[in-house]
């Protein structure tokens, strides 16, 4: 019998997540279904306690639902151990978080560098430095290699960041509010990056709050209170072909921010 070679790169069924907060449950998610394919740039939305994070951190092999499956490129999640989900998190997942996460005492480069070092593939790669750099380069950063966090502005910080997150070209880039920290214009350029990945086949999943930054995004999921309430593809919104031309001019910029 042929095996099947046409599963969505993400499936969820009949997701569940419940926990315990100050002695009192809390039903996180509360049965989501959904499939994500290989090339989706999507959007969850949703209010504070809506269950978008514990979602993310389920997608992200951080948590576990309480019932139902979770689908990482066909294989069934919850059946894989310790170290075998640490390894599919290094070489499947890439990570962007709101608060950067780099190590203030290291380099730009050495940030980069450090997902190879410590993960799967450093018996793998001789050319950690180099492919560190590329990846530097892609963001627009290699004349900041060696420069520390501090010595970084905020939108600059998030591209290394984001350098750290593709050096093991993974299958999907989950970012947890990778703007929150940023004002409008510098949110402007860290979105355009995600398009560009995109565009060059690059799976994207991101967080946001912000409606204008998501707008940008193919697919909006919007969660409230553990449901997927909306299911939103770029068919459905008016406008989307120019809501979704990757950002490049100033005076484009400008007008986008003062829109939203």
Do not use: W
Request: charged share 25%; proline share 3%.
């Amino acid at each position: 019998m042929l095996q099947r070679t046409d599963f969505p790169l993400i499936r969820l069924d009949d997701l569940h997540k419940d926990y315990t907060s100050a002695d009192v449950p809390v039903r996180a998610i509360r049965g989501i279904s959904l499939e994500v394919q290989k090339g989706e740039l999507v959007a969850i939305m949703g209010a504070s306690g809506s269950g978008k994070s514990t979602l993310m951190n389920i997608l992200g092999c951080l948590d576990s639902p309480t019932s139902g499956k979770y689908y990482l490129d066909g294989a069934d999640v919850s059946m894989l151990d310790r170290d075998e989900l640490a390894d599919l998190r290094n070489l499947k997942l890439g990570f962007v978080f709101q608060g950067f996460n780099l190590l203030s005492r290291t380099t730009a480069l050495e940030n980069v560098e450090l997902p190879l070092i410590c993960g799967a593939k450093r018996r793998k790669v001789k050319n950690v430095r180099e492919l560190a750099m590329q990846r530097l380069a892609q963001v627009g950063l290699a004349d900041r290699a060696g420069h520390f966090p501090n010595q970084l502005s905020g939108g600059q910080q998030q591209r290394v960041a984001i350098a750290r997150a593709l050096v093991n070209e993974p299958e999907v880039i989950l970012a947890d509010e990778p703007t929150g920290n940023l004002d409008s214009r510098t949110s402007l350029e860290i979105v355009n990056i995600f398009q560009e990945l995109n565009a060059a086949g690059m799976t994207v999943i991101m967080v946001t709050h912000e409606l204008y930054m998501a707008r940008f995004c193919k697919r909006i999921l919007v969660v409230r209170d553990g449901l997927l309430v909306r299911d939103e593809g770029v068919v459905d919104r008016l406008h989307a072909p120019d809501e979704l031309k990757i950002v490049k001019r100033e005076e484009e910029a400008a007008r986008l921010i003062a829109a939203s």
